[in-house]
């Protein structure tokens, strides 16, 4: 299982961004991407040139839309939803996401703790009777400084919430990308897994398989074993001894443009809580039942924060 770096949340000027799908997937290559979802507002009609685009720039396309809508935006991926976005509200949000589902798309609520109201209507997710368990994942990061917006904040702990309440939720990342941004403060990644070549089919059921974790300039290399198995993320643990191993490399790239240091390895849950500071962790021991995932702390540009997450690895012993 390969890790690829990936962003799942772009704009073009089909819909509320400023570049065309050829300078989309040109500032991709720019950033290092293995894979871009195409996610314009309520329109899939840049795909085509994108996918072009990047067939040519070697990058893969996966097709998508946001659902943009009065009370919460939802990107849908893989191009699959027969779903008309118009017809999402409150009362029905939950069956148009199982037939997305049904169809073949992973389904992902977006920056789900922005403000919204009447200064960007949709932005704050206010679909009251939501189902979170039906999503494939939630934005726990979007845009820029994952530790010193407040949104993100609050969307880290909206999905812890939803973990310890029981439902199984993967963790992304969404840079609801609209424009070139050189030189924009530190920004994340999403990090698919995927074995062998990386298609625009991997990226959607590796999100729908909860295969991701989330980063500011960190590469994590887990390994986690238990019963002679080895796990992916996201997986069901039925051993209650396991062994596990996590590895945080920087991106030299990253790391020089942001002065990105780490501090620690914590794996945290309802399972399983510890630490281990510097960039290597190593624990061979007991769970307990629940659920827990991987975080890297570190410094930008001077600054605490979190440097990387994970989806968890669930437990059922």
Not at 214 to 236: F, H, M, P, Q, W
Request: with cysteine; net charge negative.
């Amino acid at each position: 299982m390969k890790y690829y770096k990936c962003e799942l949340h772009t704009h073009t000027l089909w819909s509320d961004g400023i570049m065309t799908p050829e300078e989309l997937v040109a500032n991709a290559v720019k950033r290092g991407y293995a894979g871009i979802a195409t996610t314009d507002h309520n329109t899939r009609f840049a795909y085509p040139r994108i996918k072009a685009a990047g067939d040519k720039a070697g990058i893969t396309v996966t097709e998508g839309m946001e659902w943009t809508t009065f009370y919460g935006h939802i990107t849908v991926l893989g191009g699959k939803s027969p779903v008309d976005w118009r017809e999402v509200n409150p009362d029905n949000v939950n069956a148009m996401i199982e037939r997305a589902k049904a169809a073949g798309d992973a389904v992902v609520l977006c920056h789900p703790t922005r403000i919204g109201g009447a200064i960007c209507c949709g932005c704050h997710n206010d679909f009251d009777a939501l189902d979170y368990g039906r999503l494939s994942g939630i934005e726990v990061w979007s845009h820029f400084n994952q530790n010193r917006d407040a949104a993100n904040r609050q969307a880290e702990t909206l999905w812890k919430e939803r973990l310890d309440a029981g439902e199984r939720i993967a963790a992304v990342y969404g840079y609801d990308w609209h424009c070139p941004d050189e030189g924009c403060p530190p920004y994340s990644a999403t990090y698919l897994g995927a074995e062998g070549e990386l298609t625009a089919r991997k990226m959607v059921e590796a999100v729908k398989a909860g295969r991701t974790y989330i980063s500011s300039g960190v590469e994590l290399e887990i390994s986690l074993t238990a019963g002679g198995r080895k796990y992916e993320l996201s997986e069901v643990i039925t051993e209650n001894e396991v062994e596990l191993s996590v590895k945080a490399v920087l991106n030299p790239d990253y790391a020089k443009e942001y002065d990105v240091e780490i501090n620690a390895i914590t794996v945290t849950g309802s399972a399983l809580d510890i630490k281990a500071d510097g960039s290597e962790l190593y624990y061979s021991g007991k769970t307990d039942k629940g659920y827990f995932y991987i975080k890297v702390s570190g410094r930008i540009n001077g600054e605490n924060t979190e440097l990387a997450l994970t989806s968890p690895y669930y437990t059922e012993v």
